[in-house]
């Protein structure tokens, strides 16, 4: 009797750790940078203005039930690029609010903390259903196994994520996620951005916090400010919030 409620113990012990897997993952970013201007006759080329590339670190947090994706470092600030001779001025902003994707993967509802010009917003919306294609390539990426998986974003491009089952959380950088195990490396399109795993932790961590400071607006009204403070920027009107 003794043996069989030790064993019964050590069942439900392994259970309940398999079940409340909890740790945080970081991630490096690089993402490609193409940027054009189109005017009545002919586009402009940027790009010998520009940097291939620009690359930023993130962590993602997570327990059996939240997840917080929150950005790091860049390796760029403000960044004024171009030519005087051509009369070319381009200005890439940096920001100096952190984002942070915070799901609740029980409701499938994600409220994502974003700045825009040094003021902060709240942005609230469901989760969108991501179509994965689990295939049978597998390869081994910071000592895990992991399962190659692909599936296609609005933009018509190819996302692969390569995921590990020994993580069993279905999570992933960014809003990625939705798979039998945790994403350690990701791609957009050929390349466009490469988002990879530098280190995982499986551990306790702390309660995990849903982003509140900033106004709370939608998606549609968050991109019609950019618009506006966009167009303002152009004209040379730079007067903030």
């Known amino acids: ?26 991630y490096s970013e690089t993402m490609k940078m193409s940027i054009s201007i189109n005017g009545d006759d002919a ?15 993130s962590t993602l947090t997570f327990d059996n039930k939240i997840s917080s994706y929150k950005q ?21 902003l940096g920001n100096d609010i952190d984002s942070e994707l915070y799901i609740d993967h029980n409701t499938k509802m994600q409220t994502e903390l974003k700045g825009f010009m040094g003021k902060a917003f709240i942005v609230e919306e469901n989760v969108d259903k991501i179509k994965w ?8 990426y910071l000592d895990y196994e992991c ?4 599936s296609t974003n609005e933009e018509g491009k190819e996302i692969v994520a390569w995921f590990a089952p020994k993580i069993p959380a279905s999570v992933g950088p960014m809003s990625y996620g ?17 988002i990879k795993a530098t280190k995982v932790e499986i551990k306790e961590v702390d309660t995990i916090q849903k982003p509140s400071d900033g106004e709370k607006v939608s998606q549609e009204e968050y991109e019609k400010i950019i618009e506006e403070r966009t167009k303002e920027m152009m004209q040379g009107n730079t007067r903030g919030f």
């Open 1 to 26: 009797m003794k043996s069989l409620f030790t064993l019964f113990i050590s069942l439900s012990t392994l259970v309940a750790i398999f079940s409340q897997t909890s740790g945080a993952i970081s």
């Open 43 to 57: 586009g402009i080329d940027l790009s010998e203005f520009l940097p291939e590339s620009m690359s930023s670190t």
């Open 72 to 92: 790091g470092e860049s390796d760029t600030g403000d960044l004024e690029l171009g030519d005087e001779d051509a009369g070319i001025k381009i200005v890439v």
């Open 133 to 140: 294609k689990i295939t049978s390539e597998k390869v081994k």
């Open 147 to 150: 399962i190659k998986a692909t």
């Open 178 to 194: 939705q798979l039998p195990g945790a994403i350690l490396m990701l791609s957009e399109g050929e390349e466009d951005l490469v």
